[in-house]
DNA sequence: TATGAATGAGGGTTCATTCAT
DNA sequence: GATGAATGAACCCTCATTCAT
């Protein structure tokens, strides 16, 4: 009903500014990059950038909500495909990185920016950082809890933990493959990943 | 080598302001952090910070390069420790996976600082951080290598892509570490870190 | 006379926005009142003020001019209600004060306008500030000129000044009587008024 | 002792500013005076007002109160030098009455200032407006409370009342005075303000 | 008549940097 | 070696105004 009143998403605009600012933002930091500079990328005035959020610090904390979400979005479809395939836990962990993998290279940005403020303290979206930090971690711990339950996963494992080294050498690994190594094939980093993956899990594949 | 000219490179005063520069930027970001916070959190004034440096980036420059290689440092010296020891590589990496926990325990600004700028592009300390990437790197390297050499490490295994995964790996958990479950004891981090060298280096302990 | 063009001068939406200006302009000043808080206060979309006035500038203009005209006419009518009872020149003037009081209690917000603008210079309004204050003053300038001719005002009174100087008190008194001792009633604040003017005009009461 | 620390009066620099920006906030109103204009006009950059106050409405600040304490203090001089003189307190009022003229003809920012803000509400300095309010008032209530004791002001008169009139009304008839009849001499105006006088306090003269 | 998304000039504020002491 | 008052370029944000609907 009023889905469009407050949040009017999917606003050209909107997407455009986000775009705009995900890409500038990653590559010069948050500070460094200007109003003006996004709008201009965007293709609007500087007034447009404040007509449709409250300040800069709003547009990025939209930005990585809108961003992070989409990400946890295919890594959720990515477990999905794996339980609709039959394939077990493990399986589904393996495809989840390759979705990460993926992801991080058609988006980049959105990765680029979580990691660099991740671990950041005294920022203004430290709520919104924490925020979509759960939802991604939420996805990993899922998956990992029932691969313990059916007994694919080591009883030793410590899920919280583990999920949380999943998703942070994904990402870092992904953002090391783009920036250093970027003519490497997918599969290559993928298979690097995978066997991380089978020493933190334990790996006994179906 | 390029020793600063006007004045011997540690006094006291440079390293106040590294650790004062240090702990700020780590919190806030580079750009966020104001060369007055600096000054007064080293307790001198402006005008000092541009005596004993040239301006807000050569400090943070210098800064990281000072970080880094005492990171480096250390590294070394756990594998030279194992080495002494007669202990295996995979042996020494996991006291490197150690010794990279108790210095970001005891050092996260640097630590911080480097995983928040390694990715991005278009900053003007992108050359110090491709030095100290490197000089990480080999330190790690240098253990693959001769482990490899030496059979203990699955032949597969490909060595630069393998230390960046290490390296990130470590750096990314101990921020994390820090940040979200900092009541956990070092030896479960550690365990969990194994765990994923285990993995990617096939680790047959001698 | 030079009627606005376009639409008839005081239609509802007009009134409102009359009403809405009034209150904020007196309570924040021209330029820290927004037209959007004007139009909101008065219910309407931002572009209606465009389409009821030129500018900003205007609306203010014609406020003012509305609502010290209203002033004006209040007085005069207190003046002639003097007259047609047969009361003295003096004893209008009396009732000119106590109406001014009453209008500044019903209309705070013109009578704090114009004591706010009256006495800057450079301000766009000038020429209207001069218009409504020549209507005021002509006002008390012509009872007081009747009671000259009479002989009921003292011989010596000046009588631009003298005009000028109730004008002004009777504003000033009425807005120090509104905002720091509202619960006055109107009998005391007249009577101070009535003191000083007996001072001025010498009053001889008939 | 360390009376020059926090706020360094009778800086060169600050009393420059103060000069600078009460001209031109008086003549053209607060918002509409940029604080460009006033480091222009006191011969500094823009970035000198930034340094010696917090910002544009602190400086505002300071300068209402710097001038109207001045203003205070005049007026009890004035109110000083009679008593000196062995003049009776109705005189005390004539000579303040005309210290105040005087005032108001050597430095009429100030008093523009004060009398187009006194009466608003919801502006960021209402509390330091509160303030010197107070203590203008206070010098005319002290005479006058000292007249009534002495029965040299009649019985009835009501001391607050009686002094915020005479304050209000005195500020605005100097401003009256410089703004539309300058070729006035201050004779005349204080001939008028004495009479409104005589009338509100009764004035026996001894 | 009325609306509200978009604009862009303008202004307040910040802060790295300089320099006289 | 160190200081801190002063600077001014750069930037965030506001808001009067326009215009297509």
């Known amino acids: 009903m009023d889905t469009s009143s ?22 010069q930091g948050f500070s ?19 007509y449709n959020f409250t300040d800069k610090t709003e547009l990025f904390e939209e930005l990585l909500r809108y961003g992070v979400e989409q990400l946890a979005a295919e890594l959720r479809q990515a477990a999905e495909g794996a339980t609709v395939a039959g394939a077990g836990r493990v399986a589904a962990l393996e495809r989840m990185l390759r979705a990460g993998l993926l992801f991080a290279d058609r988006s980049p940005a959105v990765v680029q920016l979580y990691v660099a403020e991740q671990w950041r303290t005294n920022r203004p979206w430290q709520a919104t950082l924490h925020d979509v930090r759960r939802e991604l ?4 711990e899922a998956v990992l809890r ?29 953002l090391d493959w783009r920036a250093f190594q970027p003519e490497r094939p997918l599969r290559d980093v993928h298979s690097a990943l995978v066997r991380l993956l089978r020493g933190s899990v334990g790996g006994h594949a179906r």
């Open 6 to 27: 407050r949040t009017p998403r999917r606003t050209p605009t909107r997407l455009r500014l986000y775009a705009a600012a995900g890409t500038l933002i990653a590559e």
């Open 32 to 50: 460094s990059t200007t109003v003006e500079e996004i709008a201009a990328r965007a293709g609007v005035a500087k007034g447009t950038v404040y």
């Open 137 to 140: 971690l939420a996805v990993f």
């Open 146 to 174: 029932d691969g313990l339950a059916e007994g694919e996963v080591d009883q030793e494992v410590d899920v919280p933990l583990a999920a949380a080294n999943l998703l942070g050498t994904l990402l870092v690994t992904a």
